[in-house]
């Protein structure tokens, strides 16, 4: 599929997934590396986000910082499919939502500003469903980046800066939201991000910059769709190991080449066992399991159960919820 990619568009994809210029003119910036111009970067971008290949330009957060999240899952009778799935995504702060090879099928992620609009989001799943939510919290991240390389096979995931919550300032959730929606692929995006928010852009760049030392932003850049991009094999891999085998475990399969996220969630007590969850994304079904063969082998997982849940489709794919106002909108 990336062989059918313009190379430019691909350069734009796979150069700028992360560490996008802080400068007011960003776009200035990119189009000297790529030998083409400011207008013909900013519409190639443009025409990705319309067409579904990139969600935006901006940035992802550390989970649990700014705001709350969990990843949920339901167990919906096949016929009741397309009503659950349009009843999570009609609910604010649903930023991920996923039709997967289980018994438990709908996966999705709630997030918000607080614990307690993620709770009332879930209860009200339930209510309008009459289905269980099993809601299993993010304990420990070891890999949350998500940025890897369309056309050069298979990296290893930055190491990541620990987080500095103690820099947070009044207004950096406005911010945030604003920049987890998507920059406007204008010219001058900041400013525009400035004006909205009654800051001046030399304030809005700095900030960003701030929050990125932080590690409060884990990354800023393009945002891509993997399967509008031919990485349609996305499988989640979760593995019932036992609590004292984490901290090893985690630092070893986040390392993994190919292994794109890696984290420690709760598990449900006598029903849903598994604390240790890792993504691939692979450009086939036979190459994503490639990958987890490999990864198995790694003395850290050696002999433990593992379940392998492949998406076959996505409902819904955006930037979290994080401020009040975002909640009012």
Request: proline letters at 7%.
């Amino acid at each position: 599929m990336t062989s059918l990619i313009d190379p430019i568009d691909l350069t734009l994809l796979d150069n700028w997934q992360r560490d996008f210029p802080l400068v007011p003119r960003p776009f200035e910036i990119i189009a000297a590396g790529t030998n083409c111009s400011e207008g013909d970067v900013i519409g190639r971008l443009q025409d990705m986000a319309a067409n579904g290949r990139i969600t935006r330009v901006g940035a992802t957060c550390a989970p649990n910082t700014v705001s709350a999240s969990t990843l949920a899952a339901m167990s919906v009778p096949h016929d009741r499919i397309e009503a659950v799935a349009g009843i999570v995504g009609a609910q604010p702060g649903i930023n991920h939502s996923y039709l997967r090879e289980n018994y438990r099928n709908l996966w999705f992620v709630a997030t918000g500003p607080d614990r307690e609009h993620v709770n009332g989001v879930l209860d009200t799943i339930r209510d309008q469903t009459q289905l269980a939510v099993l809601d299993l919290p993010i304990i420990r991240p070891f890999n949350i980046d998500l940025g890897f390389s369309l056309n050069g096979g298979l990296g290893r995931p930055p190491v990541p800066r620990p987080v500095r919550l103690e820099r947070l300032q009044e207004g950096d959730d406005d911010l945030l939201q604003a920049l987890t929606t998507g920059l406007p692929i204008i010219q001058r995006p900041y400013l525009r991000i400035a004006e909205h928010l009654g800051r001046t852009e030399e304030d809005v760049l700095g900030r960003i910059g701030g929050l990125l030392e932080a590690g409060i932003i884990s990354r800023f850049g393009v945002i891509v769709r993997h399967r509008a991009l031919g990485w349609r094999a996305n499988a989640m891999v979760v593995w019932d190991i036992q609590p004292e085998r984490i901290a090893s475990a985690g630092p070893a399969l986040a390392a993994h080449p190919g292994v794109t996220l890696c984290y420690e969630r709760r598990p449900v007590a006598g029903v849903w066992p598994y604390r240790l969850y890792c993504m691939i994304h692979g450009r086939s079904r036979s190459q994503a399991l490639d990958v987890l063969i490999q990864a198995s082998r790694l003395p850290e997982v050696a002999g433990v159960r593992h379940d392998v849940l492949f998406s076959t489709r996505c409902f819904k794919q955006t930037g979290a919820l994080i401020s009040r106002q975002g909640v009012a909108a």
